[in-house]
């Protein structure tokens, strides 16, 4: 039997019509991100917010074909939702008083107590590991009834999900009755990426819009659990997920992580203003790679001191201190592990305990 491949599965899919055009969805590229895992076959139907319900069909007739394929274990299909950029005529109407954009709240924020977007104004600095490591430090804690901690991670960044890899994710989500993807567990944690859905060396070429999109569907089509505390990890920038956060999102406080040097500092005061200009509390500056052990037990600072305690100052924010640089850290995210689990004696597990301390205290003053 030879083996299932992407424009095999796209053949299948020909002759099937937008519900309302009429056109072929393959033509008129409603078809993106086929992913092919061990027989798992997941794809998007790329379509407008107003025609996902009259897509539901569709979507099921995608499915019902690809599983008939030959080798093909499962199909899992997802609609996600786009629009295209606003033309002048709109902006103009909106300007004469016509409806703001809609910023209705998912409704699986009434399952979720509390929001931590962990972000930073420039790529590089860590803060998926920063991200991934608060998540497991705080699955591992009791809250203040005496309950462990329910804890889920969302990765938001759309074009580079680092989840799979940090935590060594490799199967296809499942889909339960009601066809809503099951989060995917993992050291005592809720998880959810794009990554877990397409192949990782697929470049997203994605419109802002569908970016949105994706990142509420992450939100409204996953059958997340009720939850304590929902990490979610931002991609740098200040841009269209962080736009849909602001207006969709209830984020209780961000954590923005800086490294050391100018250039990463003047990045994070950008990201540090979109925050203050959405209204978003910040928890405080995380300063990543700040200093590694010396031999004689000094500190030493291969990247310089001061970054993120003077940028702190400078917007009155807290600073919650420096992350070692732990070769722990590193082997632990190789191996697909958090630090907690992989070696939760090192140096860079203890922050983290730390951290976690923190940002409980600062979610659940009461």
Known sequence: MPPIDEKTIIESLSGLKHPQTGRDIVSGDIVQGVTIRDGNVGFLLAVHPDEAEAFED???????????????LSATVVLTAHQSAPSMTASQDASKGKPPPDETVPEVFSKIKAVIAVASGKGGV?????????????????????????????????YGPSLPKLLNVTEKPEVDETQKIIPVERFGMQTMSIGYMVQEAQAMVWRGPMVQGALLQMLNDVAWPELDILVLDLPPGTGDIQLTMAQKIPVTGALIVTTP??????????SINMFDKTKTPILGILEN??????????????????????????????????????????EAANAGQPIVSYAPDSLAAGVFVELANTVRDAVFTS
């Open 289 to 330: 790679m700040a200093w590694m052990p010396g031999p004689n037990g000094e500190r030493l600072h291969p990247f310089g001191t001061g970054g993120g305690e003077s940028i702190a100052a400078e917007t009155l924010n807290p600073f919650l201190g420096g992350l070692v640089l732990d070769t722990a850290l590193q």
């Open 126 to 158: 860590g803060k998926s590991t920063v991200a991934v490591n608060l998540a497991a430090a705080l699955a591992q804690m009791t809250l203040k009834d005496g309950n462990p901690a329910k804890i889920g991670i969302l990765d938001a960044d759309i």
């Open 261 to 270: 040097q100018n250039l990463a500092v003047a990045d994070v005061r950008r």
């Open 58 to 72: 569709v979507r099921l007739a995608c499915e019902e074909r690809v599983r008939a394929l030959p080798g093909v």
